[in-house]
Structure formats: structure tokens, C-alpha cells
């Protein structure tokens, strides 16, 4: 079966969170389960281009509105990520540093889907599957199957993954120019409450829809950013795959960012080892137990929420428990936790800013990662703490309901509490701190965390049934 995933991230190509990761990883096990999958993404300036070798595969034209455009897709050329990677080059347009952010990514974002359909309806031969990936990618099974110029793939299967489903790409009916000549007929398959709504046209377009959790499918049934009902009335064809991360980057034995590596046998010193590397960095005690944020400043997370409860947190554990931030966001937070880095030295520190070998780093030398998340559609933080024996604590909410077991349960390992509160945030690191006082028990947690199968060769076999059903 050959697949093409057609995606805004790809890790280690340009990340901007868990998308890049799963669109990076997939297709690799996808591969070498037998199956032929592809990555076609825009060509950012990132790092990854500069580093490897391309040849161009395709050149072409289209317009996006009054604007005429010429796209290059190219080749990476060795395979060296384990699928075929395609980048589109738009000058103008895709050739940024960033991946989102701009004024213009609405015009960005449709453009390159366009480049993808009209290569798409370049090739010799079909593809089995055009898998797109969250709203950037949202337009393409509407193009396919109403735009004059392209209708002619309308018979192609299309999945649409949401990682996210509050994003959803709003752009006003001003901007319906930029979409190619399409059957007029066809507007309600673009509008949502009076906007073009590139996810709620994909999944009423697409042929399934998945979703990276199976609670994630259900909460958006209630909770999906106005797009309950749509979610309630497309339920037949939507299906919950649970996101699986890399067993082969994430491995605290091999990982190429960690000084000190472990495995199950050693985890305890494995852990002390890179704890005290890490405590050293950031001026904090390596005796206390550490607790760990990594993630987007953003109230989504509740990230919000997290300097009134490390404060509290602080107070009720006189001092006896140490905290680390990771992550970049909303400025307000950022500030209030570089101000609580002057107050409460010693015991907090914080980087403002993207780290992914700290993020390493962190997962091997933390004790608990806190994930207060209000939304967590999968969560992939708490599966890469649990491989590298950092217990969870996290709301239960979504793929974090799906993941982590609560330790008074029957062989829990994590922490899991109801509300996105500082009470709540606070109460479980009491818990978190009287169970790092049992050794014992710690040590079994990790372990067994550890061993749990989160690997992409169990999910694959879920998505493959999803393309079977469409063919
Ligand atoms: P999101 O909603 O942001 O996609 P996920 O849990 O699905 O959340 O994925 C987050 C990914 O991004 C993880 O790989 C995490 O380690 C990484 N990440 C988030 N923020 C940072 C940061 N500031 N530095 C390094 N890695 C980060």
C-alpha cells in the first residue's frame, strides 16, 4: 500500500510539537511493517534542509487567488529519515524560518496544499491513500473532490488525523478566491458558522477521520472548539488510534543527548546520574525530588495555572521538592516563571525557549513530570517520561486518560488528578513527594513504566485497517 502523508511538521525536518514527532515516526514504521509511506511538507529554511542532499522532483505552477505561483517539490535523497521525504518550495510564502505564526499562513498553508494536489495530479501513477494531518492539510479532500481542476482524484482515499482540534484554520469567505475553481454547490462543505473551517471541511470531506487518543474521540464530542456537533453527526467514520512514539530516539540506552544512559536494570542510578547533571546546570538540589514541565506556555496545557501551584507547592513542602520548567508560550507566563527564577533560586528554575536535547535530558534526570493540560488530545510527554522512569502527573483528560494508571490503582504507576486547579496540582505533588520517600515503591513505578509497549508497531496495524476500509 503506498501512503502519502501530507503535513505542516515532520520531526527532526521542522517541530513544533507532538504533530512533528508522530508524522516523523509513522510513516518509518509504516515502512518497515511492508508498506510504502511518503511525507510531502513544506520546505521551511530549517536547519535539516541546509544538512542534506536534495534532488528536485517536480516542478510546477498554480495560483492561489489573482497570484500566480511556481512550486519545486524536491527529494531528500538517501532515505535517510526510512521513507521518502518530499519538501514544496513556494517563494513568498513557504520560505521561513518558522513553521506558523506569520499573517499570511492561511494564504500559506492553502497554497501549499495546492502545490500538493496539482503534483499529486502530476503523477504517472495513484497513490492508495492521501493521509493528511490536522487543519494546515485540512482543504486537500475538498480540493480533491470539488475543485474543477483536480476532481479527477475525487476516487482517492483521504484520512485526516486531528492531533489537535482546537485549531482549526478559520479564514473569512473573503478568502474563498484563493481556493482553485470549485462547484459553488459545494459551500457548506467549506463553511462553519459563516467562515471557510478548513478542519470541519476535512472531516466532512475526508473519508475517515482519526483521532491520536480513544477519550480524545469522545471529548470532542463535548468539547471540540464549536465543532461538537459536526464531530456527534460524523461519529460513523471516526475511529481513536492511541499515538505510539519512537523506541528507537526515545531510548534512554542508545539516546545520543544523554551523557549517562540506563536501561530498566540500572534505572535508579541511571536516573540519580543524569538528575545530578542536570541539578548542577540549574542550581538545585539533586536529594530533593524533582519535578518537571516541557511544553507550550499556553492555557491549553494550563501552563497557565502552574506558577500559582509550584508556589503553593513550594509553601506546602517547605522547600522540599525542587522544580524545572521547559517551554516557551504566552508572555505572561513566560515572564512570571523568569521572575520566580530571581525569587525562588535554588528550588525553581526555567528555560524560556525550544531545547530538544534538554528535553532529553530532562525526561531521563526528572523525578515526576507535571501535565496539569486542560486539552490533551494524545499527550506524548508523559510517554516519553514513562520510558525514560519519570513517573506522571496529569490530569484526566484525553490520551492522558489513555496512558497513565494512577497509583492507588491495581499496578498504577503515574499520578492522575480531576481538575486543571492549583488544589489539585498541589495535592499531587504531597502524593508525588511521600512516594519518593518509598524507594521501594519508586523503584518498582519506574520499572514497570519502563516496559510498557507504547512502540508504533503495535499502532501501525490500526491505521492499516483504517485504509483497508476506504479501498
Ligand atoms: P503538543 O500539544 O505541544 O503537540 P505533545 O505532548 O503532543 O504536545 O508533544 C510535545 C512534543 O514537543 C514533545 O516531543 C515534547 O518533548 C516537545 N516539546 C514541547 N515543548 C518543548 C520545548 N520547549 N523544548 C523541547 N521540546 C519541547
Redesign the pocket.
Known amino acids: 500500500m503506498e501512503i502519502i502523508h501530507v503535513s505542516a511538521e515532520c520531526y527532526p525536518v521542522a517541530k513544533a ?3 512533528g ?1 508522530v508524522v516523523g515516526a509513522l510513516p518509518k514504521y509504516q515502512c518497515k511493517a511492508g508498506d510504502i509511506a511518503k511525507v510531502v511538507m513544506p520546505m521551511y529554511r530549517t536547519k535539516f534542509l541546509y544538512e542534506h542532499e536534495w534532488e528536485v522532483d517536480f516542478k510546477g505552477s498554480s495560483n492561489l487567488g489573482n497570484r500566480y505561483f511556481d512550486y519545486t517539490v524536491i527529494k531528500e535523497k538517501t532515505n535517510q529519515l526510512g521513507f521518502d521525504l518530499y519538501l514544496v518550495d513556494i517563494n513568498g510564502l513557504l520560505d521561513r524560518q518558522k513553521i506558523y505564526g506569520y499573517d499570511d499562513d492561511a494564504e500559506r498553508f492553502t497554497a501549499f496544499q495546492i502545490a500538493v494536489v496539482n503534483w499529486l495530479s502530476n503523477w504517472e501513477h495513484r497513490p492508495d491513500i492521501v493521509h493528511c494531518h490536522d487543519h494546515h492539510t485540512a482543504l486537500i479532500p475538498f480540493m480533491m473532490q470539488f475543485c474543477y481542476d483536480y476532481q479527477f482524484l475525487g476516487s482517492l482515499p483521504t484520512v485526516l488525523t486531528i492531533h ?1 482540534g482546537q485549531y482549526q484554520g478559520w479564514m473569512g469567505w473573503d478568502k474563498s478566491i484563493f481556493i482553485p475553481r470549485w462547484d459553488l454547490w459545494k459551500r457548506g462543505m467549506l463553511d462553519w458558522e459563516g467562515n471557510i473551517n478548513p478542519l470541519a471541511s476535512g472531516v466532512k470531506c475526508a473519508g475517515k477521520i482519526t483521532t491520536v487518543s480513544m477519550s480524545y474521540l469522545e471529548e470532542l464530542r463535548v468539547n471540540a472548539n464549536g465543532l461538537e456537533k459536526l464531530f456527534e453527526y460524523e461519529r460513523g467514520k471516526c475511529v481513536g488510534i492511541l499515538n505510539g512514539i519512537d523506541n528507537e530516539i526515545w531510548d534512554p540506552q542508545t539516546d545520543p543527548y544523554l551523557e549517562h544512559h540506563f536501561s530498566v536494570k540500572d534505572v535508579t542510578l541511571g536516573k540519580q546520574k543524569n538528575k545530578e547533571a542536570l541539578c548542577k546546570r540549574f542550581g538545585l538540589d539533586p536529594q530533593k525530588p524533582l519535578f518537571v514541565f ?3 506556555l499556553v492555557g491549553e496545557k494550563a501552563a497557565d495555572i502552574l506558577p500559582d501551584a509550584i508556589r503553593t507547592a513550594i509553601h506546602n513542602t517547605q522547600g522540599n521538592a525542587s522544580f524545572l520548567i ?3 508560550g504566552e508572555t505572561a507566563i513566560e515572564w512570571e516563571f523568569q521572575q520566580m527564577t530571581g525569587t525562588h533560586a535554588g528550588i525553581f528554575n526555567a528555560v524560556i ?4 536535547k534538554l ?1 532529553h535530558h530532562i525526561y531521563a534526570g526528572a523525578d515526576f513530570l507535571l501535565m496539569p493540560s486542560r486539552v490533551e488530545p ?4 508523559q510517554m ?1 517520561s514513562m520510558r525514560y522512569g519519570t513517573v506522571p502527573i496529569v490530569r484526566s483528560t484525553g490520551g492522558l486518560k489513555d496512558t497513565v494508571v494512577d497509583m492507588g490503582d491495581y499496578q498504577g504507576f503515574g499520578i492522575r488528578f480531576d481538575q486543571a486547579s492549583i488544589t489539585d496540582v498541589d495535592y499531587s505533588v504531597g502524593r508525588a513527594v511521600s512516594v519518593y520517600r518509598d524507594k521501594v515503591h519508586l523503584e518498582w513505578m519506574r520499572k514497570h513504566m519502563m516496559q510498557i509497549d507504547h512502540s508504533w508497531e503495535r499502532t501501525v496495524d490500526q491505521y492499516r485497517q483504517v485504509y483497508l476500509s476506504l479501498q
Not at 353 to 356: A, I, M, T
Not at 378 to 381: A, E, K, P, W
Open positions: 510539537g507532538g504533530l514527532d489537535n516541557i511544553g507550550r521547559l517551554g516557551s525557549g525550544y531545547d530538544e528535553s494524545c499527550g506524548l510527554n516519553y
